[in-house]
């Protein structure tokens, strides 16, 4: 059975060369085929949705997918913005929503929109011999290959896993790869759930992307927790105790050697402590590859610190060719001990475009839930800003509000509401865009709440742990995943 991998492959070869012979769509689409997109109940009895998006333009992109479910009386809406897809490539892309609690969710048709990026990986392959074997456990193992001129940097491998039914019953995703030059060979693995792993029958849509942080959502208690981390091991199924302390992940480490998970949450006490428990298996020091791996339960060393936007920033070594559960304890409610400032400026963190005038500057008032704009108008126009979950989320009707004040009328300062939806100025969650008329000067948009964009650790807090911070990466020769960038 393992052999029909090498036919199934043949058939994305060919695909690439005859696109028109296999796959339906017409260039200059970006959409998600309808047999490789599904939505289901894990084992767990998380909802879980399988997607394999496709780039049909003749430039690389990087897409957001809106992702709409249905359930029960209640639509749930999910915004994904995914890593860059290269022309003629499909990106799988695995998301839970553990929100999803009725017994028949309706999966609706999802929406994409995407931009184009200079990111790239052209030129990227997967070596199509003896080495791309899919091992007995069901992992896939094999050799990648730069026929580019550019060096790659911070790319993963992405896969489908389906079964001998052609039905996806995984998305696989390799370590983080640093770089890797111009005609350079590289070893990767695939690693698939144990739990499915005696259900794989081949892998498809390879794809080189981005290593975009990863952000993730979890249920805690009755809110949803997001959280963020980067790391050269993947983490995925995050699961809150009931009583909402304990985190608990699935983590694979692919590397024969030791990585840092480095994982930025939200505040909710000033006393919180984090403890990191690893259960699983992992290569003993110096072992191959052939060797068996050791089963071990221990309480790994960790890092902590909190930045200036009130964000905890945690950090823990996964050892090498580790593959097992993490628990993450000491999460507590909100006690008010965690200070949220009143005003934080984003000026250079939020990408915005004006027409009839320029931005002074962009302040979150977290305590307000809204964002003020200061401008200097010259004529009418209009302002667009970018927009996330981590920035700014709607009202419960899925409405933003928007208040343009501008200079002072015969009686007082003039002020506008303006309500922005999805029919007017909100594009699929992703931009706001406001009118304004000559001589606006500040636009104030209300939301449910703020949440500031993650932040980088400011240097006192950087100075306090910058000694255990260089232990690790001696250790792991990894410190540059240790720090955050701009989502």
Known sequence: MKELVFAIIALGVFSMFYPGNVDAG???????????????????????????????????????????????????????????????????????????????????????????????????????????????????????????????????????????????IDIAASSIYESMKPGEVLDFKLMVSPSVADRVDYYSCFSFGDDAIMPLTVKQNEDSFTFRYTANAWFKDAEFSNDGSELNMYSLNGFQLPVVGSFEFPTNSINEKYEVVLDGEKMVKG???????????????????????????????????????????????????AVVPDEIDLTTLIYYEIVGGEVVDITAKPKNASLVININSIEDGELSLKINDFLVRPFDNGEFIAQIHSEPGLFNEETETVYITDEFGFEDGLTITIPFKKGAEKIEVFGSYVVPEFGQMV?????????????????????????????
């Open 26 to 168: 017409m260039y200059g689409e970006v959409y998600i085929p309808e047999h490789e997109f599904m939505g289901f109940f894990d084992e767990d009895g998380t909802y879980t949705i399988f997607a394999g998006v496709k780039n049909k333009e003749y430039f690389p992109i990087i897409p957001t997918v809106t992702i709409s479910i249905q359930d029960g009386d209640e639509l749930i809406v999910r915004d994904y913005k995914l890593a860059a897809i290269m022309p003629e490539n499909m990106l799988p892309m695995k998301v839970q929503i553990p929100e999803v609690k009725s017994e028949n969710p309706i999966l609706l048709e999802p929406s994409i929109t995407y931009e184009k990026t200079d990111k790239t990986f052209e030129g990227g392959y997967i070596i199509y011999d003896e080495s791309l074997q899919i091992l007995n456990d069901g992992n896939l193992v094999g050799k990648i290959r730069n026929g580019g001129e550019n060096t790659f940097e911070k790319f993963r491998i992405y896969a489908l896993i389906k079964d001998k039914d052609d039905v996806i």
């Open 459 to 487: 240097m006192i807090v950087l100075a306090a742990t910058i000694i255990g911070i260089v232990v690790i990466s001696r250790k792991t020769n990894s410190f540059s995943n240790l720090f955050y960038t701009k989502m």
């Open 287 to 337: 072992a191959s590859a052939k060797d068996a791996k050791i089963k071990f339960t221990e309480s790994v060393e960790t890092l902590q610190s909190i930045d200036e936007m009130g964000n905890w920033h945690l950090y823990f070594e996964v050892p090498e060719a580790f593959q097992g559960n993490v628990k993450i304890s000491g999460f507590m409610e909100n006690d008010g001990s």
